[in-house]
């Protein structure tokens, strides 16, 4: 059974940064495509970057092109969303994802079959 939990959640003012991990537990994380969703007050879940399992393709919903980095450790199990120059727009609980197959598209919840509990992000004004 494979296992993700995030960290790196916090309160940051506007124009501040944070970096949330995803750890990966109960099968090395390099055969997984793995992904970071979020989901605000009121809405519902919303693709933010995914990353090939060996890191060599990302995508990114346009929103937080240039302002989001995902990346993966595999060695370390590990998959990162750096995010700089936050809004209070960002402010969501993150979630990290993760599949064996992409049997539909990158950004499609639906096709990723792990999840983690979530961590919020919160960017006041």
């Known amino acids: 059974q494979v296992q993700l939990v995030e960290s790196g959640g916090g309160l940051v003012q506007a124009g501040g940064s944070l970096r949330l991990s995803c750890a990966v537990s109960?099968?090395?994380?390099?055969?997984?495509?793995m992904g970071w969703f979020r989901q605000a007050p009121g809405k519902g879940r919303e693709f933010v970057a995914a990353?090939?399992?060996?890191?060599?393709?990302?995508y990114y919903v346009d929103s937080v092109k240039g302002q989001f980095t995902i990346s993966r450790d595999n060695a370390a199990n590990t998959m990162f969303l750096q995010m700089n120059s936050l809004k209070p727009e960002d402010t969501a609980v993150y979630y990290c994802?993760?599949?064996?197959?992409?049997?539909?598209?990158?950004?499609?919840?639906?096709?990723?079959?792990?999840w983690g509990q979530g961590t919020q992000v919160t960017v006041s004004p």
């Open positions: 994802a993760a599949t064996l197959v992409l049997a539909t598209g990158w950004d499609d919840s639906s096709a990723y079959r792990y």
């Open positions: 109960g099968r090395t994380s390099s055969t997984y495509t």
């Open positions: 990353i090939s399992s060996t890191g060599g393709r990302s």
